[in-house]
T-cell receptor, first 113, second 116 residues
Framework: KNQVEQSPQSLIILEGKNCTLQCNYTVSPFSNLRWYKQDTGRGPVSLTIMTFSENTKSNGRYTATLDADTKQSSLHITASQLSDSASYIC????????????FGAGTRLAVHP | NAGVTQTPKFQVLKTGQSMTLQCAQDMNHNSMYWYRQDPGMGLRLIYYSASEGTTDKGEVPNGYNVSRLNKREFSLRLESAAPSQTSVYFCASNRLGREGSTDTQYFGPGTRLTVL
C-alpha cells in the first residue's frame, strides 16, 4: 500500500535554531517527492520538488534531501524564524496515468521567540 | 493574478442538505483537483479533471459529484450531506497533470464545511 509517514508529528524550537523533519515512503513506482508548507487556515504552498535523480534541493533557508534507495527524505530548516511556524507536508508522486500524489499527515512546527 | 480561489470559505449544513463548492483558477492550467483534509490525515483526492471536458474519480469519491464547467472552473457538489463529510476542502490546479509531471500544484485557501 502506498504510504507516506512523517516524523515527528509536532516539534517546538526556539527562533534562530535549526531543525530537520523526516519523511519515509513506500510509494511505488516512484515519480517525484515534494515538500509543502501549510500555514494555519491556508492551503499548502510548494517548497521543493525532487525527482529520482536529485539528492538535494534548496529554497532559501529550506533544504530538502532525498535518498531514493532507502525511500527517505528530510527537510532541513536553517536559522528558523517565527514565520516558519506551520505544518510541513511531504508528498510523493506515484506513476499511474495521472499526477497521483500521496500526502503525509504533516509535521506541525512551532517556532517560539 | 489571484491564483486559485474558492467559495465559500465556511459553510454549515444539516444532514441531507446539498451544496456546491466553487473553484476557479486564473493561471490557464489544464488540470484541476478536489481534496479533503481531515485531522491527523494527509490530503485525499476526491475527484480530478486532467483537462477541460474530462473528470475522474480519486481515492474518496463516494457522496460527491464534480463539474468542469470550463477551463477555469471546477465545482464539487454534495447531493445529500452527511456528518462524515465534515472536513476542509481544497481545490488545486497545475499546468499538466500527466504521469510523472513535476508541475507545481497550486492550492486554494480551502472551504471549511461542517455537517450537523
Amino acid at each position: 500500500k502506498n504510504q507516506v509517514e512523517q516524523s515527528p508529528q509536532s516539534l517546538i524550537i526556539l527562533e534562530g535554531k535549526n531543525c530537520t523533519l523526516q519523511c519515509n515512503y513506500t510509494v511505488s513506482p516512484f515519480s517525484n517527492l515534494r515538500w509543502y508548507k501549510q500555514d494555519t487556515g491556508r492551503g499548502p504552498v510548494s517548497l521543493t520538488i525532487m525527482t529520482f535523480s536529485e539528492n538535494t534541493k534548496s529554497n532559501g533557508r529550506y533544504t530538502a534531501t532525498l535518498d531514493a534507495d532507502t525511500k527517505q527524505s528530510s527537510l532541513h530548516i536553517t536559522a528558523s524564524q517565527l514565520s516558519d511556524s506551520a505544518s510541513y507536508i511531504c508528498v510523493v508522486s506515484a506513476r499511474g496515468g495521472y499526477n497521483k500524489l500521496i500526502f503525509g499527515a504533516g509535521t506541525r512546527l512551532a517556532v517560539h521567540p | 493574478n489571484a491564483g486559485v480561489t474558492q467559495t465559500p470559505k465556511f459553510q454549515v449544513l444539516k444532514t441531507g442538505q446539498s451544496m456546491t463548492l466553487q473553484c476557479a483558477q486564473d493561471m490557464n492550467h489544464n488540470s484541476m483537483y478536489w481534496y479533503r483534509q481531515d485531522p491527523g490525515m494527509g490530503l485525499r483526492l476526491i475527484y480530478y479533471s486532467a483537462s477541460e471536458g474530462t473528470t475522474d474519480k480519486g481515492e474518496v469519491p463516494n457522496g460527491y459529484n464534480v463539474s468542469r464547467l470550463n477551463k477555469r472552473e471546477f465545482s464539487l457538489r454534495l447531493e445529500s450531506a452527511a456528518p462524515s463529510q465534515t472536513s476542509v476542502y481544497f481545490c488545486a490546479s497545475n499546468r499538466l497533470g500527466r504521469e510523472g509531471s513535476t508541475d507545481t500544484q497550486y492550492f486554494g485557501p480551502g472551504t471549511r464545511l461542517t455537517v450537523l
